[in-house]
């Protein structure tokens, strides 16, 4: 039931209460999904090892940095608790993945609902491009009144048009982001010298969301795909090989027009180095807890966000705020990293120590090997990546995707220590450490980036 709930819950928050429920939207259905996932989870709660996690002290502390970026820059209480509840949704998706989805067969339907959601926008869109543009409309959105297609200008002059999804994926980029994510989870699927299986739930489905990336034509989610092309076949073919194959992949999707006839350089992105640019002075004003969560744009002079996830957080919530995101950010990573290493992973203990994170005894524990384990960990290694890299170019710091995928890690990391498969997580005092390093290399790396970019002008 909680399971059920929690899987809703997601679907509601990305496709948004209005497509799903229709004009039950108006009741707040989200909400009350919100409350009764959190009612059910509650007996587990009290007994789960989740309130132990570095995750779960981030997130604690990121809502706390949502809290007073927005008391201490507007001085508006009433302001500050409403930044809270609008950081909670999102948030909330670690706790709901962490409780209730305790075994593979739950993360496999964890990412069949992503797959559902993709395919979802990417059917509408296509059924819009073909049936719902008028052959004499104006290539503008106002014209062709579409909420799955967005339309714009290319180098050429040329007017195109981009896939986007709806709700908090209705840009084109931030849909290329979350197809991109899914695409490695997909391989959960794969079976060895199951040809029909893979073909069915893993080729065909990789395919169509490669087709769906396409049709977003989105810069970052396409070098976010190459980045994962090297991570992924570096450890098969070696890294030269790796980048080498990345190189002509890249290569041939720019000549396929998957950009849309955008150009990819230092040039090409001078708007985006600007508001980075903006949002560093941003931090260098309000070093210590921000210029408020979702208030970036009224100190950049086009008004738009940074388009970059560490300068967004940096300068909305200060270090106080980007030191929990980095706390989260890096607990995760360490674990899907741990995770995907054979030589950390060792094979399943006979005796298997007493459930705490999943407590259900009247159930067996679902036999999974070090194999498993460590595909597992790749794949999550994988759609990381994935998120990270076009995160880099989006304003994506606080997004569910980010959150459900850190419980994904969580949940999988508890599977390998009920088994003594794995070691511990890092003790909470060297995560908080290397959070605080993790932060100011991040910071530093954006300036030496905007000087960089300064110098090639």
């Known amino acids: 039931m909680g399971f059920a709930l929690s899987v809703l819950y997601f679907v509601t928050y990305y496709l948004t209460p209005g497509t799903v429920f229709g004009s ?19 007996p587990k709660l009290m007994r789960a090892t989740i309130l132990k996690t570095p995750q779960f002290v981030a997130l604690i502390g990121l809502s706390f940095a949502t809290f007073l970026s927005v008391l201490i820059a507007a001085r508006w209480p009433g302001g500050a608790v409403q930044a809270v509840l609008g950081f909670i949704p999102c948030a909330f998706a670690y706790y709901l993945v962490v409780l209730q989805c305790n075994s593979k067969k739950k993360l496999k339907l964890l990412v069949l609902m992503l797959l559902f959601v993709c395919l979802f926008v990417i059917a509408h869109g296509c059924i819009k491009q073909i049936y719902g543009i008028p052959d004499n409309a104006p290539p503008d959105t106002e014209a062709t009144d579409n909420q799955y297609l967005i339309s714009m200008k290319n180098n050429a002059g040329d007017w195109f048009y981009r896939l986007r999804g709806l709700g908090e994926i209705n840009d084109p980029n931030d849909f290329g982001q979350l197809i991109v994510c899914a695409i490695p989870l997909l391989f959960i699927f794969w079976r060895a010298k199951k040809i029909i299986n893979n073909i069915v739930f893993v080729i065909l489905p990789v395919c169509t969301l490669l087709f769906g990336t396409y049709l977003t034509h989105s810069r970052g989610a396409l070098v976010a795909l190459t980045a994962m092309a090297v991570v992924a076949g570096r450890r098969r073919i070696g890294t030269l090989p790796a980048l080498i194959l990345a190189a002509g992949l890249f290569a041939g999707a720019i000549a396929l027009h998957f950009t849309g006839g955008r150009d990819i350089s230092i040039d090409a992105g001078s708007d985006r180095t600007a508001l980075w640019s903006e949002s560093m002075q941003a931090l260098k004003n309000h ?11 009224e100190y950049t002079e086009t008004h738009h966000t940074a388009h970059n996830s560490v300068m967004v957080c940096a300068a909305e919530l200060g270090f106080f705020g980007l030191f929990y ?4 950010l890096f607990s995760t990573l360490r674990d899907a990293i741990m995770l995907s290493s054979p030589t950390k992973v060792s094979e399943a203990e006979l005796t298997i120590p007493v459930q705490k994170l999943f407590p259900r005894p009247e159930s067996k524990i679902e036999s999974v090997d070090k194999i498993e384990i460590n595909q597992l960990g790749k794949l999550l290694v994988l759609s990381l990546t994935g998120f990270l890299i076009a995160g880099w170019f989006l304003s994506r710091a606080y997004a569910l995707t980010f959150f459900l995928l850190g419980g994904m890690v969580s949940v999988v990391y ?15 005092a060297r995560t908080m450490l290397n959070a605080v390093g993790i932060a100011i290399l991040l910071v530093l790396l954006m300036y030496i980036m905007l000087r960089i970019s300064n110098l090639t002008r």
């Open 325 to 328: 995101w980095c706390m989260f």
């Open 24 to 42: 039950l939207a108006v009741a707040r259905v989200q909400l009350i999904l919100a409350v009764i996932a959190l009612l059910i989870s509650l």
């Open 287 to 297: 070093p210590l807890f921000g210029v408020g969560i979702g208030s970036l744009g």
């Open 414 to 428: 508890e599977m390998a220590l009920q088994r003594g498969m794995i070691p511990p997580r890092m003790r909470l």
